[in-house]
């Protein structure tokens, strides 16, 4: 990544709202969403329960370790990925071992079948308990553009990053699904600023990830569909872009750690409300322009 391409993620990424109305516009938090909506200001959402996709390493291992650490954490933590036993996994599986709350299970969210599976696994876990928390966090990036993209590629990004957190919703709608009178559940998607069609032309020329960037876009569709179409259901539903992170994906160049990125989404997620559904956010709280 040259020189140049790391200052506009730098500054896209750190600057402070107020100064970032031109490069991305409504710079408004979810805060100003309750002055909106008052009906709504009190949050309708409790974390007992929550399940992690892609939780052995990076954004989703954090979410597991804060929640851990938080004043209130759940009563049990789902932390799933495709392969346990793989080396990947072990820091995860150790401190699975030193948290009997931490439940690791085998979950490849494009595998059907896998999916069906960790179903039955959480449900036996759960004793007819309902689950509070999903968040769809396992993603791809690969950096392909216009002239290198190929459908291969396009397909099996699409393929993880859509696909996967549409069966994992899916399939966990049941154990998500509130009773009339219920406190909310909520499904949180971990999405991206370079899903946004309206900033596409401030990043485009030095960032292009064509897949990643088309299979966000769809990500944070389906966001907007599960808000809409689970709203009578009691859930929740939010996009969340956690900054440019230092992570495998994000490099070492990134200007944020994955502890600054995920203590500040857990602040947003704690405290959601019905009228925050449906947005489009970054990990400050600042709504980002579809």
Request: with cysteine.
């Amino acid at each position: 990544m040259n020189a140049r391409r790391i200052l506009i993620m730098v500054t896209l990424c750190l600057l402070p709202a107020k100064e970032k109305r031109g490069l991305v516009k409504q710079p408004r938090k979810l805060q100003a969403l309750l002055t909106e909506n008052p009906e709504v200001a009190m949050s309708d959402f409790r974390v007992k329960s929550i399940l992690v996709t892609g939780s052995n390493r990076g954004i989703g291992f954090e979410f597991v370790q804060q929640f851990l650490k938080s004043e209130n954490p759940p009563e049990i933590i789902f932390a799933t990925c495709r392969d346990p036993e793989s080396p990947r996994s072990q820091e995860l599986k150790n401190l699975s071992t030193k948290n009997p709350n931490v439940i690791v299970i085998q979950l490849d969210a494009t595998d059907p079948a896998s999916v069906t599976s960790s179903v039955l696994e959480v449900q036996r876990h759960m004793n007819g308990k309902q689950l509070d928390l999903l968040i769809n966090n396992a993603g791809v990036l690969t950096h392909n553009n216009l002239e290198s993209e190929t459908s291969e590629d396009m397909l099996n990004v699409y393929k993880i990053n859509v696909v996967g957190p549409m069966l994992v919703t899916q399939a966990f709608y049941p154990l998500l699904k509130r009773a009339e009178g219920q406190r909310k559940s909520a499904i949180v998607h971990i999405s991206a600023l370079l899903g946004s069609l309206e900033d596409l032309p401030k990043l485009f020329s030095h960032f292009p990830v064509i897949s990643y960037r088309c299979s966000k876009a769809a990500l944070n569709m389906l966001s907007r569909c599960h808000a809409e179409g689970y709203k009578q259901d009691g859930i929740i539903s939010i996009a969340i872009h956690p900054g440019w992170v230092k992570t495998d994906m994000g490099g070492d160049q990134a200007p944020l750690t994955k502890e600054q990125s995920v203590s500040k989404m857990i602040k947003i997620i704690t405290t959601l409300n019905e009228g925050q559904s449906g947005t489009f956010v970054d990990w400050e709280g600042n709504i980002i322009p579809w």
